[in-house]
Nanobody, 126 residues
Framework: QVQLVESGGGLVEAGGSLRLSCAASGRTVSTYAMAWFRQAPGKEREFVARINWNNGNREYADFVAGRFTTFRDDAKDTLYLQMNSLKPEDTAVYYC???????????????????WGQGTQVTVSS
């Protein structure tokens, strides 16, 4: 069973940048699509970005608008989310997750992801 641990969150001023990491252990995730979701206080968890298992196709939520980039280093079994031009509305707990099946492209639906990290807090001050 895979375990996921996020890191890299913190407090940053609006316009700043953060890079989140998601390290997998227990088994390789190189054959699984992975995704980032976030949850702000009082709101439902929402899709942020996903990346296919072969480090190819990527998809982003509309609110990302070119500010975030997700990529993976399969040699390290680690997923990353580079976040630039952060806004106060980006404040949330960010989670990484692995798709339910190997060798498939993944979706935006959080119900299709079976392994989750504990989350890392991102706070953007205005």
């Amino acid at each position: 069973q895979v375990q996921l641990v996020e890191s890299g969150g913190g407090l940053v001023e609006a316009g700043g940048s953060l890079r989140l990491s998601c390290a997998a252990s227990g088994r390789t995730v190189s054959t699984y699509a992975m995704a980032w979701f976030r949850q702000a206080p009082g709101k439902e968890r929402e899709f942020v970005a996903r990346i296919n298992w072969n480090n190819g196709n990527r998809e982003y939520a509309d609110f990302v608008a070119g500010r975030f980039t997700t990529f993976r280093d399969d040699a390290k079994d680690t997923l990353y989310l580079q976040m630039n031009s952060l806004k106060p509305e980006d404040t949330a707990v960010y989670y990484c997750a692995t798709y339910k099946s190997a060798w498939l492209p993944g979706t935006r639906n959080s119900n299709d992801y079976t392994a989750w990290g504990q989350g890392t807090q991102v706070t953007v001050s205005s």
